[in-house]
């Protein structure tokens, strides 16, 4: 079982910046990719952006590039997202993704972190 700790999440206004972090720990097996999704209230969970280990890819959700920037530390299973010029629009509950493709196959989530942009 692997658990997920996010943190960095808060209130800011819009224009700032928040950096999340989130820390991988346990399981037998290593992932694929770590990534980052978000949920507002009565709407379906949505990708944000992922990092691909194993080639260093990174893909963003068409509303965040140049915004946003996923980073991380594989040997330390901690990947980063680095959030610029937020937008009230931004404002949801991020979520931490942790995925394995390759037999077994496993996917896991964080609890959450609420980011809030004030306007």
């Known amino acids: 079982q692997v658990q997920l700790v996010e943190s960095g999440g808060g209130l800011v206004q819009a224009g700032g910046s928040l950096r999340l972090s989130c820390a991988a720990s346990g399981g037998a097996f290593s992932s694929d990719s770590m990534g980052w999704f978000r949920q507002t209230p009565g709407k379906e969970r949505e990708f944000v952006a992922a990092l691909y280990w194993s080639t260093g890819i990174t893909n963003y959700a068409d509303s965040v590039p140049g915004r946003f920037t996923i980073s991380g530390d594989n040997a330390k299973n901690t990947v980063y997202l680095q959030m610029n010029s937020l937008k009230p629009e931004d404002t949801a509950v991020y979520y931490c993704?942790?995925?394995?493709?390759?037999?077994?196959?496993?996917?896991?989530w964080g609890q959450g972190t609420q980011v809030s942009v004030s306007s």
């Open positions: 993704q942790w995925r394995r493709f390759r037999t077994p196959a496993y996917t896991y």
